[in-house]
């Protein structure tokens, strides 16, 4: 069917809408040969908010495997735990 040049033509915007919903993003923490257990520990503890406890065991996971899921949220909040973590020079990763 072809328009008339009188006729009005309508459109109707087809958007997309991302929720973010099920798309989580994480922190890996690499292991080093720098930094001591206390201040990984430490800054563990600064940047995700979590007991001595929790701490020393992420940092124990990262010493003997070599890297470790540390943080799982946002990016946003991903973006901010690994700037704090790298504040001190640890290797990081944000992975979605």
């Not at 328009?3 to 915007?13: G, W």
């Not at 973006?79 to 990081?92: D, F, G, P, W, Y």
């Given at each position: 069917?072809?328009?008339?040049p ?7 915007a087809i958007?997309?809408e ?7 993003s994480r922190v ?15 800054q563990?503890?600064?940047?995700i908010?979590?007991?001595?406890e929790?701490a ?6 990262v010493?003997v495997?070599?890297k470790?899921i ?6 946003k909040?991903?973006?901010i735990?690994s700037?704090?973590l790298e504040?001190?020079a640890l290797?990081t990763?944000i992975?979605?």
């Amino acid at each position: 069917m072809e328009l008339q040049p009188n006729e009005s033509q309508h459109y109707e915007a087809i958007t997309e809408e991302t929720t973010g919903i099920g798309l989580s993003s994480r922190v890996l923490l690499f292991n080093d040969d720098w930094h001591t257990f206390d201040e990984v520990i430490t800054q563990l503890i600064s940047a995700i908010k979590c007991t001595y406890e929790k701490a020393r065991s992420l940092a124990f996971e990262v010493h003997v495997k070599g890297k470790a899921i540390v943080f799982n949220g946002s990016m946003k909040d991903c973006l901010i735990v690994s700037s704090v973590l790298e504040e001190i020079a640890l290797h990081t990763q944000i992975i979605t």
